[in-house]
């Protein structure tokens, strides 16, 4: 059986041991805007989800101005009490499993938090980011995105209410509002993002449903390199036009203040090792800091700039 903590790094995908892949999905019809429309299961600690935020941030740099992205969070871990299964029965599992998928991934990954201060529970972070939901969706991918670098990077337990308060703080959202929401509308959400994975027969994370105006729909599982995902999304919009963005410099850093080596390096087009000698040089020059941990840093512009 497998254990949605050990994510495959073959298939790329944290797989759910009660669904089976060979179930058919059905797409639920949504009327969007949009030409294109994402329905993105996934979970604050899906370290494949981790894995994929090189391609998502091309993507919608590259598509955005096409796109929506719906974010639905899959419940990875309700407890520990439930899982015994796929060689991860304790939080310790984790910690070397972490390990492992950071090589395959190249994305800094600490599992270290598991030895220290492990989660309990994946519920109370995904409640969180619906909560944050209700106030702005965008602040909410902030929210979501620095919880990711808490717990991947900073090796911070992110079910504490002390560090969901330092992410919300760092994306703008009311804190006492979030905190609020969390206790009521937040939960409900939550329960109907979990029901929806169960229509759609979500086998693991993360799972992206395509849809087009016309109903045209297509599924992408797991880790895949960016031409999958720009795939899927010429597959149901032939004609749609790829965006230019600036890649000189610090040009990157303009649109995300934080940056891996393995984001910089899909972003800007350019091999890791390329990646790193340039994030070194600017960090030397004074324009960059990075969190450095065993598997790799994260890159931030430096306070003084």
Request: overall charge negative; glycine content about 6%.
């Amino acid at each position: 059986m497998a254990n949605p903590l050990l994510c495959n790094p073959e298939t790329g995908i944290c797989e759910m041991p009660e669904r089976a892949a060979s179930e058919a999905v059905q797409t639920p019809q949504t009327i969007h805007t949009s030409p294109v429309k994402i329905i993105y299961f996934t979970d604050p600690i899906c370290s494949s989800c981790w894995g994929i935020e090189p391609q998502l941030r091309k993507l919608k740099l590259e598509y955005g101005h096409l796109l929506e992205v719906e974010y639905r969070m899959g419940g990875l871990l309700p407890s520990w009490d439930i899982y015994n299964a796929g060689g991860i029965s304790k939080p310790a599992d984790v910690a070397q499993h972490w390990d492992e998928v950071s090589r395959y991934y190249q994305m800094p990954i600490d599992g270290y938090v598991w030895l220290t201060d492990p989660l309990s529970s994946s519920y109370p972070p995904s409640i969180a980011f619906k909560a944050a939901e209700l106030q702005d969706r965008e602040k909410a991918q902030l929210f979501l995105r620095k919880l990711r670098e808490m717990v991947f990077i900073g090796n911070k337990n992110i079910a504490r209410w002390e560090f969901m308060d330092e992410a919300a703080l760092y994306a703008s959202l009311d804190v006492a509002q979030l905190k609020q929401d969390y206790a009521g509308e937040g939960k409900r959400l939550f329960e109907e993002d979990l029901q929806l994975a169960r229509k759609m027969r979500v086998r693991g994370f993360p799972t992206l449903f395509f849809t087009s105006q016309t109903g045209d729909t297509a599924t992408l599982h797991g880790f895949r390199p960016y031409a999958h995902f720009e795939g899927m999304l010429l597959q149901l919009a032939d004609k749609a036009q790829k965006r230019g963005y600036r890649r000189d410099n610090l040009d990157l850093f303009n649109y995300f203040s934080s940056l891996t080596a393995r984001e910089f390096a899909e972003l800007k087009g350019v091999s890791i090792q390329e990646a790193d000698a340039v994030l070194s040089g600017f960090e030397q020059e004074g324009l960059l800091s990075s969190l450095a941990i065993r598997n790799g840093k994260l890159w931030t512009k430096s306070l003084s700039l």
